[in-house]
DNA sequence: CAATGTTTAACTACTC
DNA sequence: GAGTAGTTAAACATTG
């Protein structure tokens, strides 16, 4: 691994300045697109201030470009975990096919337009292994390639804390079926602790129709388990109409580690609605960052942008003067700048803009058109 | 055949 | 230092 893939922080322009090692890694990481980025800029030719592929560059102020070739060529600071879900989370019905994932990634962040075998590759392997992950199969009706990803109902808000790099907990179907034949989780596992866990969640699309992982076998024959001749395929209504309603009766996911907050979803179907299935606290405003307010977490802002911050935080927060948290949170100029650089576009929230679905989701050629409601 | 999906393994980094 | 979360690579199966 090198340096520069392995790097979540926001590399100082200083750092990059004083080490040409590292700017030559990540001249070399990046050149696709930082050929975007006018190295001079020419107020008097408009061709050299704009790119077909980000347009937005061109509103950057000058003083601004060295900034933004830096913070384009980092990594953003968040997990494959946590980019999947902002993904899900901003898809209009909050599930998203594989190459939704990849465009939503890419689209936002310029990193990501690079190493694309690397990360991708990691993304499915993220989906596959992770129970908060669950895959919804296509219908007759919206045939294609691959299915449909969504959250587990139970998954909470798996960021809970704060921290997009690192969850405290991973997510865990609660009540494995233990096969001591296999050490880890299996696929079809998923399936039936999905079906074999709606006590809590009994109204749940995904727990009484079981959405996860029942079209494919996988790469790993095994023998099918009772919990698999527990599932049962959605109803095609759920197909025919993916805007579904599921409303938040209780918020509340269970956690076997007592430190975390004991939130435990409940949602309940309204078939005949035309809303949407929303997850818990969901702002769809704010597509997944909705918790990284000072107001849902007081208690983890008093460390923030301060000299010493709280250990939590440690990894999360980027040298004074480079990245600061709360400028992402109240949109600060510099995260714009930020913001505009990493996605290629502009925004007028404090976050990613979720207002215009059509900008990611319904822009490639894999994907359904958004629905005319 | 390429995209998608599953699984294993090695590794790094973080938490306790 | 042990345990855990996340990343990356790779092999392999499945699917359209």
């Known amino acids: 691994m090198d340096r520069i893939t392995s790097s979540y922080s926001l590399i100082p322009s200083t750092e990059l300045d004083a080490n040409p090692t590292m700017a030559d890694l990540w001249q070399s990481n990046n050149a696709a697109y930082l050929s975007q980025i006018p190295t001079t800029p020419n107020n008097n030719n408009p061709m050299q201030q704009t790119s077909p592929n980000n347009p937005s560059l061109q509103s950057l102020p000058s003083a601004n470009l060295g900034y933004a070739r830096r913070y384009a060529a980092s990594k953003p600071p968040y997990s494959y975990i946590s980019l999947i879900t902002h993904a899900i989370n901003g898809s209009p019905d909050r599930m998203c096919t594989l190459s939704q994932i990849y465009q939503y990634i890419q689209d936002r962040y310029a990193y990501y337009r690079q190493n694309q075998q690397r990360w991708q590759n990691s993304i499915r392997h993220s989906l596959s292994f992770n129970d908060c992950f669950i895959k919804v199969p296509r219908s007759s009706e919206r045939p294609g390639k691959g299915s449909f990803w969504t959250l587990h109902p139970d998954s909470g808000n798996m960021f809970e804390n704060g921290c997009y790099l690192r969850r405290q907990k991973r997510f865990k179907v609660k009540d494995k079926t233990k096969d001591p034949n296999k050490s880890k989780t299996t696929t079809k596992d998923k399936i039936g ?181």
């Open 193 to 373: 602790n999905l079906n074999l866990n709606k006590s809590h969640s009994s109204s749940s699309p995904l727990s009484d129709h079981t959405m996860g992982r029942l079209d494919s076998p996988g790469s790993s024959p095994r023998q099918a388990s009772a919990s698999e001749s527990l599932t049962l395929p959605l109803p095609s209504s759920y197909y025919h109409h993916p805007h579904h309603q599921y409303s938040q009766i209780q918020s509340q996911t269970n956690y076997s580690n007592e430190t975390m907050p004991m939130i435990k979803t409940e949602y309940h179907h309204h078939p005949t609605s035309s809303s949407i299935y929303t997850p818990p606290n969901y702002d769809p405003n704010n597509n997944g960052l909705q918790y990284l307010t000072s107001e849902h977490n007081p208690q983890y802002f008093h460390g923030i942008d301060q000299t010493t911050p709280s250990s939590s935080f440690l990894h999360q927060i980027a040298p004074p003067g480079t990245f600061r948290i709360e400028d992402l949170i109240n949109g600060q100029p510099d995260f714009k700048s930020f913001y505009s650089t990493m996605t290629g576009h502009e925004t007028t929230s404090n976050y990613l803009d979720t207002t215009n679905p059509n900008a990611y989701y319904y822009n490639n050629n894999n994907t359904t058109n958004p629905p005319s409601s």
